[in-house]
């Protein structure tokens, strides 16, 4: 967690070890606009860590902190338009599609598109994973209301 009240970061562990190291990526909420419930989010997998899952999962538990602990209502991530397992793993997380940078980004002689990608509340609240908790995924949270 950092100081400024306006972001957050986030380490995820993935109890795999890979020498002795069980650091899977990181979520991090930035810009938070805390009067309309609105934050900015990026994450990212470690690169002994990549190809087992853990991006979709990161995504899932990320958007899941926004939307119980942080009571925000709504998301977003920017994502290079060639970047399909990240563009995957939004998607899984419930994110969609709202809009396209046309060639926004210059890389090595290539221009790309950069795609804007957003999530409701009422969108998280519909996701089979999230109705199968009642809206509770996060764990600790609701052992914490059950107290």
């Known amino acids: 967690m950092t100081n400024n009240q306006n972001c957050l970061f986030l380490m995820a562990m993935t109890g795999y ?3 002795n190291d069980d650091r899977g990526g990181f979520y991090f909420i930035d810009n938070i606009d ?7 989010m990026s994450y990212g997998i470690f690169l002994a860590q990549r190809n087992r899952g853990h991006g ?12 119980e602990v942080l ?5 977003e991530c920017e994502v290079l338009g060639d970047n399909h397992t990240s563009i995957r ?59």
């Not at 979709?56 to 939307?67: I, N, P, S, T």
């Not at 994973?129 to 996060?138: A, I, L, T």
Request: aromatic content about 10%; proline content about 1%; charged content about 30%.
């Open 17 to 19: 070890k890979i020498d």
């Open 34 to 40: 805390w009067p309309n419930g609105c934050y900015s």
């Open 56 to 67: 979709a999962r990161l995504a899932e538990a990320g958007v899941d902190y926004a939307f």
């Open 71 to 75: 009571n925000l209502r709504r998301g």
């Open 89 to 147: 793993c939004l998607e899984k997380a419930g994110f969609v599609l709202e809009g396209t940078k046309r060639r926004a980004i210059a890389r090595c002689g290539l221009e790309i598109d950069s795609l804007m990608y957003g999530i409701l509340r009422s969108d998280w609240l519909n996701l089979k994973r999230v109705r199968d908790m009642d809206g509770f995924c996060n764990l600790n949270v609701l052992d914490n209301i059950r107290q």
